[in-house]
């Protein structure tokens, strides 16, 4: 059974700054692209960053472009989402979303983690 595991969120100061991580374990053929969205208390989720199957084109919302960061060590590896420059309005619950195929005949299915709570006080 394929999980994805989130860590490192925390609390900060505004202009803080943390390192998400999303590890993933079991059986994986290959995998997709990794997104990152949160979900702000009384808000809908949102999308955050994301980096393609290549691990060489990424996107951003607007309200992160420039602070955070998405990598990965390699299209089967650990997932990471700097995050710079923090914000009291960057407080969510962050997930990691992967794409992934358990065995070569399987199709893509998306997974998710159960997310780490991010708190930026101002």
């Known amino acids: 059974q394929v999980v994805l595991v989130e860590s490192g969120g925390g609390a900060v100061q505004a202009g803080g700054s943390l390192r998400l991580s999303c590890a993933t374990s079991?059986?994986?053929?290959?995998?997709?692209?990794l997104f990152w969205y949160r979900r702000a208390p009384g808000k809908e989720r949102e999308f955050v960053a994301s980096?393609?199957?290549?691990?060489?084109?990424?996107d951003y919302a607007d309200s992160v472009k420039g602070r955070f960061t998405v990598l990965r060590d390699d299209p089967l590896g650990t997932g990471y989402l700097h995050m710079y420059n923090l914000k009291p309005e960057d407080t969510a619950t962050y997930y990691c979303?992967?794409?992934?195929?358990?065995?070569?005949?399987?199709?893509?299915?998306?997974?998710w983690g159960q997310g780490t709570q991010v708190t930026v006080s101002s």
């Open positions: 979303n992967e794409e992934i195929a358990t065995t070569e005949s399987d199709p893509y299915r998306e997974y």
């Open positions: 079991g059986p994986i053929w290959s995998a997709g692209g």
């Open positions: 980096i393609d199957y290549k691990n060489q084109i990424t």
